[in-house]
């Protein structure tokens, strides 16, 4: 059982390149979210979904873009990435209710290490 | 989500039992404690939660006061593959809550020694 796969693992751009941070979790989790975390500091809330076709801002959303077509993917997008944008980011899923008993454990994949030059 | 309280550092002897703390004292009563830690470069992972009761799994205890104020974390066997940072989370669980985030807070450096 994988979990929640993020690829890739590290990524160097230049400012104003875009590129796509792939997350896939074999859960069957309907919630999924993505998260950043700069050195020091704690998670900061990007994007979430609450199932496919749906989501929603959180607390950092500007430069970034998300789309959930499937409950399995939710890769998160840098339309024009800056050097700002550079930290590590955690995909992360979490099931919703389970057996009527709402659980809202979150499960994180391993990170992607973006660096923008 | 209620604030909590915890000590910025403990250390560990390697096979002793580790106990960790975390005080609540304003959690309502449809909010429940989690706990979940961060070992270096690695993504945070979920370890126990738990609402009244305690509470066991493979991997810890939790401990919960009679008026659910206070709470500790128990890794009965610590080994050096546990240092990490534990952060105590006190919130409803979404969409109970309609804040989304998980807000991990400074949490506790826990330093495992051989």
């Known amino acids: 059982n994988a979990g929640v796969t993020q690829t890739p693992k590290f990524q160097v751009l230049k400012t104003g390149q875009s590129m796509t941070l792939q997350c896939a979790q074999d859960m069957n989790h309907e919630y999924m979210s993505w998260y950043r975390q700069d050195p020091g500091m704690g998670l900061r809330l990007i994007h979430y979904?609450?199932?496919?076709?749906?989501?929603d801002q959180g607390e950092v959303p500007n430069g970034y873009n998300v789309s959930r077509s499937t409950t399995e993917d939710f890769p998160l997008r840098l339309l024009s990435a800056a050097p700002s944008q550079t930290s590590v980011y955690f995909c992360?899923?979490?099931?919703?209710?389970?057996?009527?008993?709402?659980?809202?454990?979150?499960?994180f994949g391993a990170g992607t290490r973006l660096s923008v030059l | 989500d209620a604030k909590t309280t915890q000590p910025p550092s403990m250390d560990c002897a390697e096979g002793r039992a580790a106990n960790l703390p975390c005080n609540h004292s304003?959690?309502?009563?449809?909010?429940?404690v989690y706990w979940y830690r961060q070992i270096h470069s690695q993504g945070p992972q979920y370890i126990i939660h738990?609402?009244?009761n305690n509470e066991t799994n493979e991997m810890a205890s939790l401990i919960i006061t009679e008026d659910r104020k206070s709470s500790t974390l128990i890794l009965p066997h610590a080994t050096l593959r546990d240092t990490a940072v534990y952060y105590c989370i006190v919130r409803a669980p979404f969409p109970r809550s309609n804040d989304y985030k998980l807000s991990f807070g400074a949490g506790t450096t826990v330093t495992v020694r051989a």
């Open positions: 992360a899923s979490s099931s919703g209710t389970s057996g009527g008993i709402a659980k809202n454990i979150q499960y």
């Open positions: 304003t959690i309502s009563g449809n909010e429940y």
């Open positions: 738990g609402l009244k």
């Open positions: 979904s609450v199932g496919a076709g749906i989501t």
